[in-house]
């Protein structure tokens, strides 16, 4: 009995583990790029790229962004334009939490302005839950 036993608890602990792959795939993050806004101002210098220290991930089966600060930005502003709707909403948080989540809505494009406390300015555009036509 209690082999049959072991055997009906791997199988289920198999199964498990199986389905939580399968969803982990399906709700796969998208990567969305975000880059710094540069100004007239700056000079343009031969050095390596600045690690940006915000990411920022779309999440499709829920339809929300996930925003991840690496370092201490102070407080942080975040205005993200519905481009498709015309629609604006401002979002403040403080970068200390480490993450910040929004919602947006799918099937359309979207510009997001992160300003940070000292000043510096990053973008981003992407398209939420569109399918890619190939």
Not at 71 to 91: A, F, P
Request: charged fraction near 20%.
């Amino acid at each position: 009995m209690s082999r049959a036993t072991l055997t009906l608890l791997t199988t289920i602990i198999c199964l498990t583990s199986f389905a939580g792959t399968a969803n982990a795939i399906e709700d796969d993050p998208v990567v969305v790029l975000v880059k710094e806004t540069v100004g007239k101002g700056k000079p343009q210098t031969n050095h390596a790229p600045e690690r940006t220290q915000i990411e920022c991930y779309y999440y499709p089966s829920s339809n929300s962004l996930e925003l991840s600060f690496f370092s201490n930005l102070g407080t942080v502003i975040v205005v993200l334009q519905n481009l498709t709707t015309g629609e604006v909403r401002d979002y403040v948080c403080d970068s200390s939490a480490g993450k910040m989540f929004l919602s947006v809505v799918p099937d359309a494009v979207y510009r997001m302005d992160i300003t940070t406390g000292s000043g510096r300015s990053y973008y981003a555009v992407f398209s939420a839950g569109m399918e890619d036509e190939d």
